[in-house]
């Protein structure tokens, strides 16, 4: 199995510990996405390691912290390099390397499919390409007997949010009420359903946008 890291890599030798604490063999792969070259370096310090795979979860994505009257070329740009260019290019260049029967899994947002967050447009935009891609690429993978799904989390506490989340306690409050469910997701709250997908369970759906906000509105 392999993690791949942008610049975290303190965390990234945390979840190798954890993986092979409980059997799992497990390398770490730091490679910056959103720059040129990005998916090759990374297929190739994945090929010093393995040969093939099975499943490929898109899971790196950034945030933007400027509104849509304030945000500029250069922050978009990035957004759109990190959370759409990239995944497309690491699935284009690991399809090869993908096993028959194998599983593709994107990270979208609930933003895609909700405005509650409008001053986020340029972020939920780079998802909604995302989302384009999963449709499309599961009817070019299908034969092959490859799923492709999207995840679309809702507010999670995690450490991308928490300088918001965790600001204050009417912050706190204000996430969870935004979910039918009362409170803020956990990262376990969408790793679940991302192994549903990546299992046996999950062979028989493909192509599909599944919503993992808690119930948060549409």
Same mark, same amino acid.
């Given at each position: 199995? #392999? *993690?791949?890291? @942008?610049?975290?890599?303190? %965390?990234?030798?945390?979840?190798? +510990?954890?993986?092979?604490? $409980?059997? !799992?063999?497990?390398?770490?792969? #730091? *490679?910056?996405? @959103?720059?040129?070259?990005? %998916?090759?370096?990374?297929?190739? +310090?994945?090929?010093?390691? $393995?040969? !093939?795979?099975?499943?490929?979860?898109?899971?790196?994505?950034?945030?933007?912290?400027?509104?849509?009257?304030?945000?500029?070329?250069?922050?978009?740009?990035?957004?759109?390099?990190?959370?759409?260019?990239?995944?497309?290019?690491?699935?284009?260049?690991?399809?090869?390397?993908?096993?028959?029967?194998?599983?593709?899994?994107?990270?979208?947002?609930?933003?895609?499919?909700?405005?509650?967050?409008?001053?986020?447009?340029?972020?939920?935009?780079?998802?909604?390409?995302?989302?384009?891609?999963?449709?499309?690429?599961?009817?070019?993978?299908?034969?092959?007997?490859?799923?492709?799904?999207?995840?679309?989390?809702?507010?999670?506490?995690?450490?991308?949010?928490?300088?918001?989340?965790?600001?204050?306690?009417?912050?706190?409050?204000?996430?969870?009420?935004?979910?039918?469910?009362?409170?803020?997701?956990?990262?376990?709250?969408?790793?679940?359903?991302?192994?549903?997908?990546?299992?046996?369970?999950?062979?028989?759906?493909?192509?599909?946008?599944?919503?993992?906000?808690?119930?948060?509105?549409?």
């Amino acid at each position: 199995m #392999g *993690v791949h890291y @942008g610049s975290n890599r303190a %965390a990234a030798e945390e979840t190798v +510990a954890t993986i092979e604490a $409980a059997g !799992g063999t497990v390398f770490a792969l #730091g *490679v910056e996405l @959103g720059l040129p070259g990005d %998916a090759g370096a990374l297929w190739a +310090a994945f090929d010093q390691h $393995a040969e !093939g795979l099975d499943i490929l979860v898109n899971n790196a994505g950034i945030g933007t912290s400027k509104s849509f009257s304030e945000i500029g070329e250069a922050e978009y740009d990035r957004l759109f390099a990190v959370n759409a260019k990239a995944p497309f290019f690491l699935t284009q260049l690991g399809v090869d390397r993908l096993r028959d029967g194998g599983r593709v899994i994107n990270v979208s947002t609930g933003l895609t499919h909700a405005a509650v967050m409008p001053e986020l447009i340029a972020y939920s935009m780079t998802k909604g390409a995302l989302d384009v891609f999963t449709g499309n690429l599961s009817k070019l993978l299908g034969a092959r007997g490859i799923t492709v799904n999207t995840v679309a989390p809702g507010i999670v506490d995690t450490d991308v949010n928490a300088d918001w989340l965790r600001a204050s306690d009417e912050a706190w409050a204000g996430a969870a009420a935004m979910s039918a469910l009362g409170r803020v997701g956990t990262p376990a709250d969408i790793a679940d359903v991302v192994a549903f997908l990546a299992s046996d369970n999950g062979r028989w759906v493909t192509g599909q946008w599944l919503d993992a906000t808690g119930g948060s509105p549409a």
